[in-house]
């Protein structure tokens, strides 16, 4: 099982509306989405707005916060997580069992419900 490190340079902040019926008006949810390089210098996903998001501001990451992704017994990479000087770090080999047992447990429903 292979593991990669991406750079987390900063996170793009928006706000997006939604309507609390507890409340009974429209409020914003605040999003932080990182921005990570890979090592060719190329940001890995594509950062586009959800209708009626709005941009707050951009904001750096702390020194040393990386993307960490994992490879899937296909062959393929996911984002398992993030690393921060100072917060919590999971095990890594945990999370990457975890995700890849979740991955197999919904393709199996996936067949289960496409041959019904």
Known sequence: ????????IGFLVTK???FQPKRGEPTHFVSARPVAFNWEGLVNEYLDL??????IGVIPA??????VWGE???????????ETPGAYTP???????ETAKRRTETK??????GSA
């Open 62 to 67: 702390p020194p040393g916060t990386y993307e």
């Open 16 to 18: 997006v509306p939604y």
């Open 72 to 82: 899937m017994p296909d062959g393929t990479m996911e984002v398992l997580g993030y």
């Open 108 to 113: 199996k429903r996936k067949e289960v419900a």
């Open 1 to 8: 099982m292979e593991f990669i490190k991406d750079a987390v």
């Open 50 to 55: 959800e209708e009626g998001e709005t941009v």
């Open 91 to 97: 095990d890594w080999n945990e999370v990457l069992e």
